[in-house]
């Protein structure tokens, strides 16, 4: 029990040249030391670093309906969602109309049947066909307004200026207002007639001039 | 490369640093005794690497926590091996530290001058349990949480202060959100940071004093790098690998979500935690209270480990042996109390019944939240709550199994059990009286009532109230009650049973058999629709074979065939039990509620009547649509049928009990 002692010295308060006592050590040895304690810290981050990466590389399920028998889907295959309003919603003098879009979202381990995701603009000239916009501004995604004195689309944010038919108005903004798919139809079926609305709704990405799906 | 390190040397000194930290002196040379401080480093390391990652998908709250969990362990990308190294790795750091702590006491390393990093090591300690308590809750399953209940309400024991302590660790009176949210800066912000403090000084003055050697002339000195690395390295490599491979092999369970209303009675502490928890089972402990026996006595050991280098420091030699002769004699007791808990939970057959259940239950739960549906806002735990697959079983074991049974067992998996004849006797297996109702209305439980009524409902004959009729009518009164042996039904079965097993009438049997199990409606069988037009016609016109031909069902149960009225009324009623879709679900949920109405036994009836106010609608519907199958199908790992060990220990034990013979 002497080394316990408190006669020994604190370490470091004696300064022996170690490299004269100490015997060479082979390089592979410290390379194998060196491997080692770089595995156990490699080996935990690297299995945590792709934990980490889960929303890039897990695939994600299909999503189920719970459509009642006999009722026609909200959402059909090809991802076109039925809006509340009818073509008799949208103003006829070519003022743009601002319409919630509802759908079944999924985040994480929640599932919310039928709630808002999104907003878009829906804009109809005389009996032309139906424009729909995505209301997020393709810029940084604010969500554009529609000023009525100016008769444009506008951003409160970094002030991008869209016509009213969508096209950029200003250089702030890398591309027009992202235009969405519609889709007229009659209990689900495509009719140019057709009084129900039918929008694919998407978000792009934002902050650049290609239009791409999230 | 060696211009960059002189440059950063020059401004940080961090070769001098690295000199330092590499170049330790280690006297004697490297040993493996040394590896056990360093391994205790690294497995914090990795609970900090994958502590981080389950942070990054955690969400503490009493409507999320096992929700994220479970989206964790069994959605994400790797998440059960994240999840399953930190779940070992915590088990790891615990057995590291005690063996360490022993190494510390049996090598006198707690002597002067090492005293003051004794006592960080105890602090340390102290944080590490801390640690492993507070992280248990956090999944917010069964599991966890009544363990941790039975933490907290420890804590309520301390004198003077403990209800407050309790209060303020669980953020108010009761568990909730604040409950989770506290524990979770406990786990994961104020612990770790006063580790990390505790640890640097801790290793400053480790480094200060340098390590305990017992035999510095054993072989020339060395230095820390490489050849004390070298080992030290290879010991994490192996707990590393321990840790893995467990993660890998053994997912960490996922009990089912906490609910206070729901018992759980499975109910331990973590492994570790088990000699505690044993002790506190101990008549003599138990019977001077939670204090003595979970605050006094363990806060007493803790005072003897610290006062270590006092006693060996005022004793010299001999308090050193007495330390170590503690520390043994602690080491010991902890392992027999462990093994002593495992070896009863092992023989405890309500304990292990209990494991059933909460492993059925917390499958379930996955297996209810992997569905497209995914988990409602309001939590996982409602999943369950509405689930029949899990209450049902609970809800027969509660109100049903006093009399009948289900595959032998009360619903939950267990044999009935009853006082025995005196106070000193043991318990006994206690005979059913009334029917089994595993597989109620199936093909078999209708082939039975066709074929075999009186063996099939044999069980009754153990009844009171049947002894009483026998012996009534036997003396010559009459009375009129349900005998299996004796009644137009038996007597139909018995007198036709040649009829019956005639080769003419196979068919017959199977065809009406067919339609008794079709009129159930129970989910998860198709049957046979030719068969069954047949068996209709068998069963309302009596279309048969031989000298049963003209005897149909209809002559006595006239509404055969028929749906079960939504608004029952006995103005129909004849002198016989309905079979209006006998054994449906609307028909069951009518009969529970009222077995003695004209439609169903009348004054015959010896069911006790359900009504809402013993059965409220809701537990109601649970028990009909589990018993009826009305539940979203699962794979998981039912009970097992105990009708053979049932009838098996009832012929051993007792004499004079009637049960039905051959299989099922």
Known sequence: MTSTSPEIPAAGSVDLPISVETPRRSLLVQLITGMLSFLIIAVPSTLSGLFFLDPILRKRKAVSDDTADGEVPRKDEAGFIRLDVTKEAVPQDGTPLSVTVNDDLVDAWNMFRDVPVGSIWLRKVGDGPILAFNSICPHLGCSVDYIREENEFYCPCHASAFALDGKKMNDIPPRDLDVLEVSMRTHGQQDANGHEIWVKFQNFQRATSDKIVI | MIALINWLETRTGVKALMHEAFNERVPGGARWRYVWGSTLVFTFVLQMITGFMLWSAYSPSTRTAWESVYHIQHEMFLGNIIRGLHHYAAQGMVVLMAIHLIQVIIDGAYKAPREVNFWLGIVLMMIVLGLSLTGYLLPWDQKGYYATQVTTNIMSATPVVGREVQVLAQGGSDYGHLTLTRFFAMHAGILPTLLVGFLVLHIYVFRRHGLTVHDPKRAPDTTFWPDQVLKDSVACLAVLAVVLLLAMFRAPELSAPADPAVKFDAARPEWYFLFLFRFLKFHAVESLGVTFGAIIVPGIIMGIIAAMPITAKVLGNLGHTLNRAFTWALALGVVVLTLMAFYEDANNVEHQAALTEAHRDGQRAIELSTGPDKIPVEGAVTLLREDPFTHGPRLFAQHCSSCHRFN??????????????????????AAPTAADLGGFGNRQWMTAIVMDYSNHFAWMKNSTWFRDAQAKHAAGGTVDYINPDSSEMADWTSGNLDALKSADNA???????EFLAAETGHAGTTYDAALVEKGRDLAIKGSWAGALNGTSCASCHDTIGQDFPTQPDDSTASSYPTLAKYA????????????????????KNQMVVYSSQK???????LLVRWMTNDYTASTVHDYQDQLEVLKASLASNASGVAAPKGNK
């Open chain 2, 507 to 513: 068919d017959n049997v199977k065809a009406l058999v």
């Open chain 2, 408 to 429: 032998g067992h009360d619903g939950r998996g267990s044999l009935v059990t009853e006082a025995g004849k005196t106070d000193e006797a043991p318990s006994v297996i």
């Open chain 2, 584 to 603: 449906s679900l609307a028909w069951l949920k009518d009969f529970i509620r009222h077995p003695d109405a004209a439609r169903h036994y009348g004054a």
């Open chain 2, 615 to 621: 059965l409220s609608d809701e537990n109601l519907d």
